[in-house]
């Protein structure tokens, strides 16, 4: 089978190319080997409907953290792996996953390890989540692996559930202010306004304001909204370029209150994602390339692969954390455990603090935006009254 892929090299240039080879996970060890760090591997050819399936039937981390949870209940009972993925397979209702399951069965039954039957679908099975599975067979501790996976999996499922929850409310807000000033141009102030064109006043400068605004709105809709798609398009473009990823990841980070949530989101992935792999026996340099390829902002991203470059050199992993990227606190902890051989607990303890610290940041986030908004909303409603009141007291009062 061939593989089209995506990757970048130590210094951030991208790579793109294609690999012959009889499985995913055979075909991102060959990017590897020369020293290119994987953004994306797919399968060549794929069907022209397929991402219309993995839409209407992806497969949610809730069900990834059932069924490694039920598979790893089977394994520690002494079931054969491809009869115990029998089982999840014959329960399921998502097609995707049930299909899956099906040849993943096949392909341990032919032989197949079940690492090198996950691999062959990356869209189910995270690159973290296959190579956890491929450690604990090497240690004969596939159970207990699998066991950890489900918790970290539920740990992370509940933790971006909550960030999502806490944020709702002002999204929602936010949204509903813009439909009702597009609602109030378009329709509401057009009416009212047009009582004034016929009277011979002088017009305050709010409500010359207001119906500029409304004009435009009715009027020049479409070049506002040819704007504003050439600004996403312009912004996508260069966000996928190295420069501008890395200047919208320092932008979000400097952002005052949502620049402290994303960091703290970053360290506890990081942490917790570092504990699963240390947890699982896989070796350090190898770890830090797998949390580096899952790591979604650059500047993190880029210090992991500075860090990178130095173990491999020799030098000790928390001395390399010693920036002011990383908090003070993540390079102690580090080596504490380097010290005294127990990073995976230091790992997960510092995962736990950094998502009480999100939890805090966004409980704080919310408090704080609600006064905003609500004087937001204020200047606004006050606004408009003015720019539609002015012109009638002026009516009055010229009579």
Not at 208 to 226: C, D, E, P, R, Y
Not at 314 to 321: Q, R
Request: glycine share 6%; charged share 20%; net charge positive.
């Amino acid at each position: 089978m061939e593989f089209l892929y995506k990757a970048k090299d130590l210094q951030g240039e991208d790579h793109t190319g294609s690999v012959q080879s009889p499985d995913a996970h055979s075909a991102a060890a060959i990017i590897r080997k020369k020293g290119l760090i994987i953004i994306s591997i797919n399968l060549k050819n794929a069907p022209a409907n397929r991402f219309l399936d993995r839409f209407l039937n992806r497969v949610s981390l809730t069900e990834l953290v059932i069924i490694t949870r039920q598979l790893a209940t089977m394994v520690s009972s002494g079931l054969v792996l491809s009869e115990a993925i029998d089982i999840l397979e014959e329960q399921q209702i998502n097609k995707t996953l049930k299909k899956a399951l099906s040849e993943i069965s096949q392909d341990i039954k032919g032989g197949l390890t079940l690492a090198q039957a996950l691999s062959k679908y990356p869209d189910i099975f995270p690159h973290l989540y296959v190579n956890l599975v491929k450690s604990g067979e090497a240690s004969g501790k596939l159970d207990t692996v699998l066991l950890q996976m489900a918790d970290g999996l539920e740990k992370d499922r509940e933790f971006q559930s909550r960030i999502r929850g806490a944020l709702i409310y002002p999204v929602v807000v936010m949204t509903m202010m813009v439909v009702v000033m597009i609602i109030m141009m378009v329709f509401v102030i057009p009416k009212l306004l047009s009582l004034y064109s016929q009277s011979t006043i002088e017009l305050p400068l709010p409500t010359k304001i207001l119906i500029t605004t409304s004009n435009i709105f009715v009027n020049f809709w479409w070049a506002g909204l040819a704007v504003l798609v050439l600004a996403v398009t312009g912004l996508t473009r260069w966000k996928r370029t190295p420069q501008g990823s890395l200047f919208l990841g320092r932008l979000i980070l400097r952002t005052p209150i949502i620049g402290k949530i994303a960091s703290n989101v970053v360290l506890t992935n990081f942490t917790r994602t570092f504990g699963l792999l240390t947890a699982a026996g896989i070796p350090l340099l190898e770890s830090i390339g797998i949390v580096s390829d899952l790591t979604d902002n650059p500047v993190y991203k880029n210090a992991l692969k500075d860090a990178y470059n130095g173990v491999e050199k020799g030098l000790p992993f928390s001395s390399l954390l010693v920036s002011s990227v990383f908090p003070k606190i993540v390079s102690q902890m580090i080596k504490v455990g380097e010290e005294t051989g127990k990073l995976d607990a230091i790992f997960l303890k510092l995962s736990e603090y950094f998502e009480s610290e999100s939890d805090h940041l966004v409980k704080n986030l919310t408090v704080a935006i609600e006064p905003v908004v609500l004087i937001i909303l204020g200047i606004g409603v006050a606004f408009l009254v003015i720019s539609i009141i002015l012109p009638i007291y002026k009516l009055t009062t010229s009579f």
